[in-house]
């Protein structure tokens, strides 16, 4: 079952313009890590940020944590065509539980 | 090493009949998952692997759904007497460090018609 919702669905900003997507979980986590999906293809790993975390950057990413509200953010600032993909947020429990478990994604799509 | 690798790449089958996908894993990384996509959603988890033991299976994997990894290398699932609802993205990802790093491939899109 999917762990909970991506806000928006679907993005769409002008090239050079910040995106930020959203994603809330529903159960305790270890971390939580953000994929990008090109259409059709498989999932890349973005960034990952423990549950002891508030926020992380990598590049032109930034990632926050809000654990009291289960909710992460990702923002992707001075976006590229290149950035047009779906995001998806996966928790991993870390609770002897491998498998992680993804939101519904965001569509992201650039407009040159 | 390229990474995970999934073979076939698309597949059209008819209802009822069986399809096998593979996935080669990185050679170093003991962890072995199966996820499924559908259309407009996000990946879920149907089954993993350490080494050559099955240790977690989803309940989305009915019966029809098998797996295997027999040397601790590849993967197979097999999916038997297919059904529409079987139509899927089928993704492969192999972790050395699970829970924290995950290597997906590109998917076997199936399409049951």
């Known amino acids: 079952s999917q762990q909970g919702e991506e806000d928006p669905q679907a993005l769409s900003i002008q090239e050079g313009e910040n995106a930020t997507m959203n994603c809330s979980y529903k159960?305790?986590?270890?971390?939580l890590q953000w994929y990008r999906q090109n259409s059709g293809r498989g999932l890349v790993h973005l960034i990952l940020?423990?549950?002891?975390?508030r926020e992380k950057h990598s590049g032109r990413l930034r990632v926050t944590l809000d654990t009291s509200k289960k909710s992460s953010s990702l923002l992707i600032t001075a976006s590229r065509a290149a950035d047009t993909a779906s995001y998806f947020c996966?928790?991993?429990?870390?609770?002897?539980?491998?498998?992680?478990?993804f939101g519904t994604g965001t569509r992201l799509t650039i407009i040159p | 090493d390229t990474g995970v690798s999934q073979n076939p790449r698309h597949k059209i089958t008819k209802r009822g009949q069986n399809v096998t996908f593979r996935c080669d894993p990185i050679?170093?990384?003991?962890?072995l998952y199966w996820y499924r996509q559908t259309l407009g959603q996000g990946p879920e988890f149907l089954t993993y692997?350490?080494?050559?033991?099955?240790?977690?299976k989803s309940r989305l994997l009915s019966d029809r759904f098998s797996a295997e990894r027999p040397k601790g290398s590849f993967s197979t699932l097999e999916i038997q007497r297919t059904e529409q609802g079987d139509s899927a993205m089928y993704l492969c990802?192999?972790?050395?460090?699970?829970?924290?790093?995950?290597?997906f491939g590109s998917g076997t899109r199936l399409t049951v018609v």
């Open positions: 692997f350490q080494n050559e033991a099955q240790l977690e």
């Open positions: 159960t305790s986590i270890n971390n």
């Open positions: 996966a928790t991993a429990d870390g609770f002897g539980n491998e498998k992680l478990t």
């Open positions: 940020i423990r549950s002891n975390e």
């Open positions: 990802a192999s972790s050395l460090d699970p829970g924290v790093s995950y290597t």
């Open positions: 050679s170093e990384h003991n962890r």
